[in-house]
């Protein structure tokens, strides 16, 4: 019941951005080349954006909460009720289909095994760092504030947060849980775009192990962005697409718009996103170069985006802030903390996931020959890897890409098997050539899917026991999972003035709110604890703090400096990390 009526929730909002979606999509009219289902989803990524729209001007008008989500949903719905009929004549009758072959068929259980786990993810808890440092925190801002705002004790305080506001609506209507399937939906729209493509445009197995790949590859049990900012990305892609395929004067500047419109909500949920701009400013400008097309795109860019964009460049004079500190000047941060970010980044540099080196055999493929789509999707994934590879290697940063970077990857590996195939033919004796090949091919296909079911098993069992229906399975859980959250929460429930906090920060959700300290930004962990324990707790006394929360790498340091225990009395202990109250000062 716990996980149906999380999934149910995240239906009807699905259902809701795909009424807001469709009406928008349907005063463009329809692409050159009809796919049902993609259509739908590009409807729903639509929606999802206009949502993001809306809840970005609900908050900067000081007016969020559960009445105003409750209420646009409600329009949603009733939008989907309204273009229900004219959705069902223009799909028009359901055309029979190939039957799947056996390597399909394969194909198809593989995505299957790899679509259960993570259909189970998103029910879990937070707990993932990042979603708990400052994704969620901030969600929780808006919904409980009612509005937008800068929130200095938060390790990013002026990143832009657009996708966010969608993790808001779900904190101000349902529990936490509810915006790990928000997530999701972006997730799973990216997933059904990316098998529509691939069926378009290359073969229906290619699409079938392309969405595998991404669903694999995705991030499913956490309030993270980065799925999302690939499907508005990926949604931009194939909307520029549709407008190239498109000959109709009116019709094609329109999808160009909608084109930018999706790229606009990707910008304003993560910076990486722009680096896809100067690409796609080349696509543009070959074929369209009329000034008044042109000011339409970025005017549909500008809109979701360009609020946080704005306050950053008036408030801090970096529009990028804190990226573009050595450009603009520092503001929160300062060189030592930009520094120490970057270093962070480059010390978890890694090569992409294995899947996606097949995007370098793309060139010795059929539809590299046959079809301009696949050469423009190998075009984009090969510089963004270029992008990503010049820039930081940090393999969450390539989210945006994958979803295409997978597609073109399958198209390469097809390419190459299909090589080696061919040379394995010429080399064994002509008359037993094909028929070994093929029985050696089924049976590693049947093992691989052998595999791939003791490993969906697991995954999918550990997936289900993260689940937490009560709030003592809840609490055993974040025990275990989040270091530190017993002390946060402890301080969250009974402390009643400023509480710091030292090597917490993936606690941060479950603490008080808020709670200051961090390894960067003005709260720097460097300005406080290196103090002697008197001046310390004088310094966090003038400051009007009441408590310190330390997590269990710091708290053997700091209760071995000589007379801490003169000026911190310890309140609460767990696993390691310790909650203390500042004593007052002897002479008060």
């Known amino acids: 019941m716990f996980g149906a009526a999380h999934y149910a929730a995240m239906a009807v909002f699905a259902v809701a951005c795909w009424g807001f979606g469709r009406a928008l999509l349907a005063r463009i009219g329809a692409p050159g080349r009809r796919d049902a289902a993609l259509e739908a989803a590009m409807a729903a990524a639509a929606g999802l954006g206009l949502y993001v729209c809306a809840f970005q001007a609900i908050a900067i008008a000081g007016l969020f909460g559960r009445g105003a ?22 799909r028009g009758p359901r055309l029979p289909s190939e039957p799947f072959g056996f390597v399909e068929k394969l194909a198809l259980l593989a995505f299957v095994l790899t679509a ?31 509005r937008l705002g800068v929130h200095e004790w938060l390790r990013y305080p002026w990143f832009p947060y657009n996708y966010n506001l969608i993790h808001a609506g779900a904190l101000a209507v349902g529990d936490d849980v509810l915006p790990h399937l928000l997530s999701a939906l ?22 079938l192990v392309a969405a595998a790949i991404w669903l694999g590859i995705g991030d499913y049990e956490s309030a993270l962005i980065d799925i999302s900012v690939a499907l508005f990305v990926l949604a931009a892609c194939t909307a520029l697409w549709w407008w190239r395929e498109s000959d109709d004067p009116a019709r094609g500047p329109r999808w160009l718009a909608l084109a930018a419109f999706f790229l606009g909500v990707a910008a304003g949920s993560k910076y990486q996103a722009l680096t896809v701009l100067p690409l796609v400013a080349v696509f543009v400008v070959r074929r369209e170069r009329r000034l008044k097309v042109w000011a339409l795109a970025l005017v549909c860019f500008l809109v979701p985006c360009i609020y946080w964009y704005a306050r950053n460049a008036v408030m801090t004079g970096d529009p990028f802030n804190p990226i573009g500190a050595r450009l603009f000047g520092f503001t929160n941060w300062n060189a030592a903390d930009y520094k120490n970010q970057f270093d962070d980044v480059r010390a978890h540099a890694a090569w992409p996931n294995g899947f996606l080196w097949g995007v370098l055999f793309v060139p010795f493929a ?20 270029g992008v990503w590879a010049l820039t930081s290697r940090y393999p969450r940063y390539l989210a945006a890409s994958v979803p295409l970077i997978a597609l073109v990857s399958v198209v390469g590996w097809q390419a190459l098997l299909a090589r080696l195939a061919e040379g394995l033919r010429r080399a064994l004796p002509a008359w037993n050539a094909r028929g070994l090949l093929d029985r050696a091919g089924r049976w590693l296909g049947v093992l691989l899917l052998l595999v791939g079911v003791g490993g969906s098993f ?43 906090q030292i090597a917490l920060s993936e606690a941060t959700y479950y603490g008080p709110a808020p709670v200051w300290g961090d390894a960067i930004g003005p709260w720097r962990y460097a300005d406080f604890i290196v103090l002697p324990p008197a001046e310390f707790a004088r310094k966090l006394r003038g400051l009007g703090f009441e408590a310190i929360a330390v997590g269990a790498s710091a708290a053997p340091m700091l209760a071995a400096q000589p007379g801490f225990l003169d000026h911190f009395a310890l309140m609460y202990e767990k696993a390691g990390a310790k909650a203390y109250r500042i004593l007052p000062a002897k002479n008060d």
């Open 69 to 90: 989500v409750v209420g646009t949903v409600a329009l949603g719905l009733l939008a989907a009720v309204l273009q229900w009929p004219a959705w069902r004549r223009e």
């Open 116 to 146: 259960l786990p993570a259909l189970v993810e998103p029910l879990a808890p937070p707990a993932a760092f990042d979603e708990l440092m400052y994704h969620l925190p901030y969600a929780r801002e808006v919904a409980q504030s009612g």
């Open 186 to 207: 972006a997730g799973w729209l990216s997933v059904a775009m990316v098998y529509r493509l691939g069926a378009q445009h290359a073969s229906r197995l290619t699409g």
């Open 366 to 385: 059929l539809a590299w020959k046959r079809s301009p789509a696949v050469r423009a999707a190998a075009v984009f994934s090969l510089y963004s890897l």
């Open 458 to 500: 697991y995954m999918t069992r550990r997936s289900v026991a993260a689940i937490a229906t009560t709030p003592a399975e809840r609490a055993a859980f974040l025990d275990a999972h989040v270091p530190g959250y017993a002390v946060m929460n402890y301080l969250r429930e009974h402390a009643t003035g400023r509480v710091y």
